[in-house]
């Protein structure tokens, strides 16, 4: 079982939509999560850290973390077409290292 | 604030020759990350460095590739012989500790022809 799962997408949304991207985690020690933005051929960009349960807001971007369940998810708000990108998941588990998803590719379509 | 530096951009060395890579983390962190992205792939975490110590080096292929980080700030990545499959991005990561937000570096395009 991968330490964080994401499903690979492509997630379609359409302009000015809702975009939800979800990850599973399997460490129930894992204490810091992280969503990052990576446009092709660049590398990973930080939008958004949670650490405990609950919503988090930043603008457009609202993360989510269930560690009962061990979900976190990201909400964008108003999906623009600069939002297509792979957005990965991350995770600090018991071993304190930062292990990383596969990412989910977010298309925005006009 | 400067961000993690790393050099050099893009590197193509024919398979069995040695490479080498380099990364300065953020002024004041503490944790150093090198990971190895693959077309299509989710980084994978190569080893974890907390100061000088070692905090995770389960996935580096200890047969071709080191890593050091020496006085707990630069750090660099080694691998020799290089193999095809290890023709990928290499990417750099600092922190102030591990549970904090880890900002990445622009990342070595290695080439292995």
């Known amino acids: 079982q991968k330490e964080v799962e994401q499903n690979s997408g492509p997630l379609s949304v359409p302009e000015g939509a809702i975009a939800s991207l979800n990850c599973t985690y399997s460490d129930r020690g894992s204490q810091s999560f992280f969503w990052y933005r990576q446009y092709s051929g660049k590398s990973p960009e930080l939008i958004m850290s949670i650490y405990s349960n609950g919503d988090k807001e930043d603008g457009r971007f609202t993360a989510q973390l269930n560690k009962a369940s061990q979900y976190v998810s990201l909400l964008i708000r108003d999906s623009q077409p600069s939002d297509s990108a792979t957005y990965l998941c991350?995770?600090?588990?018991?071993?304190?290292?930062?292990?990383f998803g596969t990412g989910t590719q977010l298309k925005v379509e006009l | 604030e400067a961000g993690v530096a790393q050099s050099p951009r893009y590197k193509i060395i024919e398979k069995r020759q040695s490479v080498a890579f380099w990364c300065n983390p953020i002024s004041g962190h503490a944790t150093l990350y090198w990971y190895q992205q693959i077309l299509g792939q989710g980084p994978k975490l190569l080893i974890q460095f907390q100061n000088n110590g070692v905090v995770d080096d389960s996935q580096l292929p200890k047969d071709r590739f080191s890593a050091e980080r020496l006085k707990g700030v630069d750090s660099t990545l080694k691998i020799q012989p290089a193999k095809l499959e290890d023709s990928a991005v290499y990417l750099c990561?600092?922190?102030?500790?591990?549970?904090?937000?880890?900002?990445f570096g622009q990342g070595t395009r290695l080439t292995v022809v």
């Open positions: 991350a995770g600090t588990g018991g071993g304190n290292k930062l292990t």
């Open positions: 990561a600092s922190s102030l500790g591990v549970y904090a937000e880890a900002f």
